[in-house]
């Protein structure tokens, strides 16, 4: 891992483009460490049958390409527009007007021309033209073509894997133009050819034999369930009991992985268990659908497919009503967008309702699936949650919207309606930074591994950068979000840009202020920390 | 380099005209033949790029949503910029199209002392590429003049709101005014900046160059050499009337003009500013996120290799025994 510089120093992005056209720069990796990530290991690509699987590293003069990689790119570039009218759109009417540069965090955090959005595109696009178009085969370079060669092979592998895929920049489009559809077009063209990175494929390989991204086998799975149900009954005297792949319950529950496995993700799981148990819900866990989180989105649209079909197939077999699922990003991309379609129609579950409310979630009539935050948001609304605010007193909260549900659902309201009902220090970041124009935490996508660290701390330059704003103004100490990747990647960015901010679930703020019947006279929160009010005590109790 | 080629282009562009206009022999094509295979390109390319974009499915329903989305009935939901039914997709492909809803939104990044990263109002390229587009199109709607008679009422009100001012005879046209700052601050904006020279080609810089070329020439005929517009009048009725002629008053000037409409026309189907009819084809604009409502078929959904419960069930068996998590095969 490569020396990572000071934040203040990290700070000073040089913005000038090189002298050089960008045609003829080159990706030095060695000169590089710290911007990308390590390849995907042999054992994963074999697992889920990806082609070219082999050890190889970026640093390497030879990349182990298959013998006529060229064609197979071609051939693949040839096949998709056939089966994607964004490809062709996107490829043909973008004007490089340049409104979608400064709006993304990679380019704002590095000033490599080559994360302005348009020039993202153009790395495919002039390979386009070049291959597909008259005056692009005659024109070359005037006509901003180019032909294909292994330059530029190895630069499409580390600007297509320094897309968070995050569609900032596509609200701004005049024609919307998504960089993310083009990432994700691209990296299906990079895998043909066998490259991809170890932090989306071990994950890819795992969610297919285990069911989860961290590979926890199904044993692991409810022992560390378990544990957190320990944990709650330490700190608050309640003992919760969840079931798995019990059939006949009313409701699957699915949540990423990572909340089952990383702090502070699991404390928001620990607020889903408290609040199920607070209902007497009527759910169900699986070790088999055991993670909602989907990184074959980030590999190809058909292996999204292959770990998707999960849910529904577990669904229909344990006979549930409809499935609630857990706070994520971009599975709530996978589900609400894509699910249907690759996996439906979900015929065999019933319209969701909430057993509590009586309310009918219309906007899921097809899909069968419910955003923990629809779900919990109708409870407040009628009154059906007993709690006390000041439990969260020590907190001065923001709130990050996460890019997918943002930008790709638009689920903007009900968090913030939660955190306002259970919080009572609410605080929002500066218009721009939030809601539609939120930026990426700079890990999504599979980039935020530890080799990545310092694209990942440049990616987050804007919302680290936004959190202090709030820290100074607000004396905002907590960074709530609905996404478990964010509770793994915002960490270290508030670390490095707005030290003393703490990152947390929307649902571990909901637990934290739920009244349990029988609970202990609270002294801490689900982390185990005093409350406000009650530091003496904890200090002296010790 | 890409401005010099787009330069020199559009000057071999104007000196075409000029000897068109200038050699008997030539004027016929210049003024009949080139108007009549540039209006056939521009039309038959115009559809063979729409069908070929309109061949390929939308595989995946893919909003970008901008606002907030149709859930509980008491969250009010951003009707326009994250539409859930066909009349708010409308609504939003409309705001688009005719007010660029999307380049309004245009912030501008800097980082200041601190760090600070700040985010201003950037209305600028919102602001011309409007006044240019809408020019554009007002002046383009005001010369049915010369290919109609008589000419319609709405025409000639256009014409009168257009001249208001009453500044100068004949009057000035503020669309006109508006083509040309536009297409100039988009211009040197391009080459402003560093960042945005970076990123420009020369098909970037040829069709600003071209329309301004149109532009200035035309405002040239109509204030500089008042070039007889009754002979120019003739002519255009003769093209779409299909009885082609070029009368002798047309002078040089509009035939630099008539090239460089036609190399227009005749680029424009093969160029990116095809984005006027891409816009509409925009799969992040031009559906509803109902997702969740009605499913989105996509008619080649591939088939895939998946894993099933009863293979995961096989592979840890023992492990779901020891761990008292209930089987199928029991």
Redesign the interface.
């Known amino acids: 891992m490569s020396q990572l510089p000071k934040?203040?120093e990290l700070?000073?992005?040089d913005?000038?483009?090189p002298d050089e056209h960008?045609m003829d720069t080159k990706v030095d990796f060695e000169k590089r460490r710290g911007s990308w990530s390590y390849p995907g290991a042999k054992k994963n690509l074999e697992y889920v049958?990806f082609p070219n699987p082999r050890q190889w590293s970026p640093l390497d003069e030879d990349w182990k390409l298959p013998d006529n990689w060229q064609q197979i790119i071609h051939d693949g570039l040839m096949d998709r527009?056939?089966?994607?009218?964004?490809?062709?759109?996107?490829m043909?009417?973008?004007?490089?007007?340049?409104?979608c540069?400064?709006?993304c965090h990679f380019y704002?955090g590095s000033g490599d021309?080559k994360n302005?959005p348009?020039?993202r595109a153009?790395l495919l696009r002039s390979v386009y033209k070049k291959d597909f178009?008259?005056?692009g085969r005659i024109l070359g370079r005037?006509?901003?073509a180019r032909s294909m060669d292994l330059d530029v092979l190895k630069e499409w592998f580390y600007y297509f894997f320094q897309c968070t895929e995050c569609?900032r920049c596509?609200?701004?489009?005049?024609?919307?133009?998504?960089t993310a559809?083009i990432t994700m077009l691209a990296r299906e063209l990079l895998n043909l050819v066998g490259l991809n990175i170890n932090w989306v494929m071990e994950p890819v390989a795992n969610c297919?034999?285990?069911?989860n991204h961290l590979g926890l086998?199904?044993?692991t799975f409810?022992?560390n369930i378990e544990f957190i149900v320990d944990e709650i009954e330490e700190t608050t005297g309640v003992k919760v009991s969840p079931t798995?792949?019990?059939?006949g319950a009313e409701i699957l529950f699915v949540t990423p992985s990572g909340d089952v496995f990383a702090d502070p993700a699991c404390f928001t799981l620990a607020g889903y268990l408290l609040l199920f148990h607070y209902l007497d819900l009527d759910y169900t866990w699986s070790?088999?659908a055991s993670d909602g989180g989907n990184f074959g989105l980030f590999t190809s649209?058909?292996?999204m497919?292959?770990l998707n079909?999960?849910m529904y197939?577990?669904a229909e077999?344990l006979g549930v009503k409809w499935i609630l699922g857990g706070e994520c990003g971009h599975m709530w991309r996978v589900v609400?967008?894509?699910m249907?379609?690759?996996n439906?129609?979900a015929n065999f579950l019933e319209e969701p309702v909430s057993p509590i409310t009586g309310?009918k979630?219309?906007?899921?009539?097809?899909?069968k699936?419910v955003h923990i935050c629809?779900f919990t948001?109708?409870l407040l609304?009628n009154g059906k949650l007993k709690f006390d605010k000041s439990r969260n007193d020590k907190y001065r909260v923001t709130f990050h919207d996460s890019c997918n549900p943002?930008?790709?659902?638009?689920?903007?309201?009900?968090p913030r309606?939660i955190i306002n009902q259970v919080c009572n220090n609410f605080f929002e970041m500066?218009e721009?930074?939030i809601?539609?124009?939120t930026f990426c935490c700079g890990g999504g996508a599979g980039l935020g591994n530890d080799e990545n660290i310092e694209m990942r701390m440049r990616g987050g330059?804007?919302r680290g950068?936004?959190v202090k704003?709030v820290q100074d103004k607000f004396d905002v100490n907590l960074l709530a979000c609905m996404c478990a990747i964010d509770k793994a990647t915002l960490p270290p960015v508030c670390d490095y840009w707005a030290p003393g901010v703490g990152v947390a679930g929307v649902h571990e703020l909901v637990a934290n202020a739920l009244i349990q019947d029988g609970e202990n006279e609270r002294k801490t929160d689900l982390r185990g920390e005093p409350l406000l009010g009650f530091e003496d005590e904890e200090e002296g109790g010790e | 380099m890409?401005v010099l080629?787009s330069l020199l282009a559009v000057g071999v562009l104007i000196a075409l005209g000029y000897l068109g206009g200038q050699v008997a022999g030539l004027r016929f094509v210049f003024g009949v033949v080139i108007p009549y295979a540039a209006i056939l390109v521009f039309i038959a390319g115009l559809v063979y790029?729409v069908i070929?974009?309109?061949?390929?499915?939308?595989?995946?329903?893919?909003?970008?949503?901008?606002?907030?989305?149709?859930?509980?009935p008491?969250?009010?939901?951003?009707t326009l910029?994250?539409p859930?039914t066909t009349l708010g997709v409308l609504g939003r492909m409309a705001l688009?199209v005719l007010f660029?809803r999307?380049?309004f939104?245009?912030?501008?990044?800097e980082?200041k002392e601190?760090?600070?990263?700040v985010?201003g109002e950037n209305v600028y390229?919102w602001a011309a590429?409007l006044a240019f587009h809408w020019s554009f199109l007002i002046i383009f709607i005001r010369h049915f003049r010369f290919f109609t008679e008589p000419v319609p009422g709405f025409i000639l009100a256009m014409q009168y709101v257009d001249g208001f001012m009453q500044i100068g005879v004949p009057v000035l046209y503020l669309t006109d005014l508006f083509l040309v700052a536009g297409l100039t601050f988009l211009f040197i904006r391009r080459l402003w900046?560093?960042?945005?020279?970076?990123?420009?080609?020369?098909?970037?810089y040829f069709p600003l160059l071209l329309i301004l070329g149109v532009a200035l020439t035309g405002i040239w005929m109509r204030h500089f050499t008042k070039t007889d517009i009754v002979g120019v009048k003739e002519l255009a009725m003769g093209i779409v009337t299909f009885s082609p002629m070029v009368p002798e008053s047309v002078g040089s000037v509009f035939f630099m003009h008539l090239i460089l409409v036609c190399s227009l026309f005749a680029y424009f189907p093969?160029s990116?500013l095809?984005?006027m009819a891409?816009?509409f084809?925009?799969?992040?604009?031009n559906l509803a996120?109902d997702?969740?409502?009605?499913?989105?078929?996509?008619p080649?959904?591939?088939e895939?290799?998946?894993?099933?419960?009863a293979q995961?069930?096989e592979?840890?068996k023992d492990?779901?025994e020891?761990?008292e998590?209930?089987l199928?095969k029991d």
């Open positions: 934040s203040d700070a000073k992005v913005f000038t483009p960008w049958g527009p056939e089966r994607y009218r964004s490809l062709k759109v996107f043909d009417i973008c004007v490089r007007c340049g409104a540069a400064d709006k704002i021309p302005m348009v020039l153009e178009t008259t005056a005037l006509a901003g569609r596509s609200v701004f489009c005049p024609y919307g133009i998504d559809e297919q034999r285990t069911g086998m199904p044993h409810k022992d798995f792949n019990r059939k070790a088999y649209h058909e292996m497919k292959r079909f999960k197939h577990e077999r609400h967008q894509y249907g379609t690759h439906g129609p309310t979630f219309e906007n899921t009539i097809d899909t699936m629809e948001a109708d609304k943002a930008r790709a659902m638009g689920i903007l309201e009900e309606y500066p721009g930074t809601r539609e124009q330059l804007p950068n936004a704003y | 890409n080629f790029k070929y974009w309109a061949k390929s499915p939308v595989p995946f329903r893919i909003p970008t949503t901008c606002g907030q989305e149709t859930t509980l008491w969250i009010k939901s951003s910029d994250n859930h688009e660029f999307s380049l939104r245009n912030t501008r990044m980082i601190g760090p600070r990263v985010y390229l590429g900046s560093p960042q945005l020279r970076y990123i420009s080609q020369a098909a970037d093969f990116k095809m984005h891409g816009v084809l925009s799969p992040t604009r996120n997702n969740r409502m009605v499913r989105h078929v996509n080649w959904n591939p895939v290799e998946v894993h099933t419960y995961w069930e592979e840890f492990k779901l020891a761990a998590i209930p199928d």
